[in-house]
């Protein structure tokens, strides 16, 4: 199967392991932003280094198409995370802490000359005649627990919507929700929605892309009683345009 017959949208999203010292750690999802000429992978901050839980790999790598003919052909491409122990990712924060999101530059010369991929843009992300409204539906690209059409290399998508209002920082923090059903493995996938200004269906892929999904969304609750809220977190996607800068 030729790629480019396929739904652009699966090939923004590139399945990703943790390594420390060779050995691997954890599974999460990310995603290619391209502005100019510079090719970034986005991913939540936590899947780089998470102080809580101790996480704190030295190297990525992300799976790669490589047949422009045969979807079935991939290869891994390894990212170390550190150059003399300084960090190459870039992460932001504001005055209400630090943002789960993170970007780190990929060399393109480094890449396989047949590499297949696509990428986000700064077009991609909503402008002033996008109507983003509460209860639109929202679009998780990922690898929940790792699953993935392992043949052909693929993401899953979750299909969800925006449960609190979008442009507002949600209890103060530069996220929205999505009501969707995530599991591990989901967080840095990118979140998107179809376009509703007139320029939208010019996008490729034809999609605006949301947010950058990090974990779930909890309360203190009685664990017996109450189910959980099935909410999740989701950082606005515009915090890529500083971390490209």
Same mark, same amino acid.
Request: hydrophobic share 40%; charged share 20%; aromatic share 10%.
């Given at each position: 199967?030729?790629?480019?017959?396929? %739904?652009?949208?699966?090939?923004?999203?590139?399945?990703? +392991?943790?390594?420390?010292a060779?050995?691997?750690?954890?599974?999460? =999802? +990310?995603?290619?932003?391209?502005?100019?000429?510079?090719?970034?992978?986005?991913?939540?901050?936590?899947?780089?280094?998470? %102080?809580?839980?101790?996480?704190?790999?030295?190297?990525? %790598?992300?799976?790669?198409?490589?047949?422009?003919?045969d979807?079935t052909?991939?290869?891994?491409?390894?990212?170390?995370?550190?150059?003399?122990? %300084?960090?190459?990712?870039?992460?932001?924060?504001?005055? @209400?802490?630090?943002?789960?999101?993170?970007?780190?530059?990929?060399?393109?010369?480094?890449?396989?000359?047949?590499?297949?991929?696509?990428?986000?843009?700064?077009?991609?992300?909503? #402008? =002033?005649?996008e /109507?983003?409204e509460? #209860?639109?539906?929202?679009?998780?690209?990922?690898?929940?627990?790792?699953?993935?059409?392992?043949?052909?290399?693929?993401?899953v998508?979750?299909?969800g919507?925006?449960?609190? @209002?979008?442009?507002l920082?949600?209890?103060?923090?530069?996220?929205?929700l999505?009501?969707?059903?995530?599991?591990?493995?989901?967080? #840095? =996938?990118?979140?998107v929605?179809?376009?509703?200004?007139?320029?939208?269906?010019?996008?490729?892929?034809?999609?605006?892309?949301?947010?950058?999904? +990090?974990?779930?969304?909890?309360?203190?609750?009685?664990?017996?009683?109450?189910?959980?809220? #099935?909410? /999740?977190?989701?950082?606005?996607?515009?915090?890529?345009?500083?971390?490209?800068e």
């Amino acid at each position: 199967m030729n790629p480019w017959s396929v %739904e652009p949208l699966l090939l923004t999203a590139a399945r990703l +392991s943790t390594f420390s010292a060779g050995n691997i750690l954890t599974g999460a =999802s +990310s995603f290619f932003f391209q502005r100019d000429e510079r090719l970034f992978l986005v991913t939540s901050r936590h899947v780089l280094a998470d %102080e809580p839980s101790g996480h704190f790999p030295d190297s990525i %790598e992300i799976e790669l198409h490589i047949d422009s003919d045969d979807l079935t052909k991939s290869t891994g491409f390894s990212i170390p995370l550190y150059r003399k122990d %300084e960090r190459r990712w870039r992460q932001g924060g504001d005055a @209400s802490g630090d943002i789960d999101v993170a970007a780190i530059e990929i060399e393109r010369s480094a890449l396989p000359e047949s590499a297949i991929y696509r990428a986000f843009t700064p077009e991609h992300l909503p #402008g =002033s005649d996008e /109507n983003i409204e509460t #209860g639109a539906l929202a679009f998780v690209v990922g690898f929940p627990l790792g699953f993935h059409d392992n043949v052909h290399h693929m993401p899953v998508v979750r299909q969800g919507a925006i449960a609190s @209002s979008y442009g507002l920082r949600f209890q103060g923090q530069g996220f929205f929700l999505t009501d969707a059903r995530t599991h591990r493995g989901a967080s #840095g =996938s990118p979140v998107v929605t179809r376009p509703t200004g007139p320029d939208g269906k010019a996008l490729d892929p034809p999609w605006i892309l949301i947010g950058v999904h +990090s974990t779930r969304f909890d309360v203190t609750r009685d664990l017996k009683r109450d189910e959980a809220l #099935g909410l /999740n977190c989701a950082w606005y996607a515009d915090i890529l345009m500083t971390l490209t800068e």
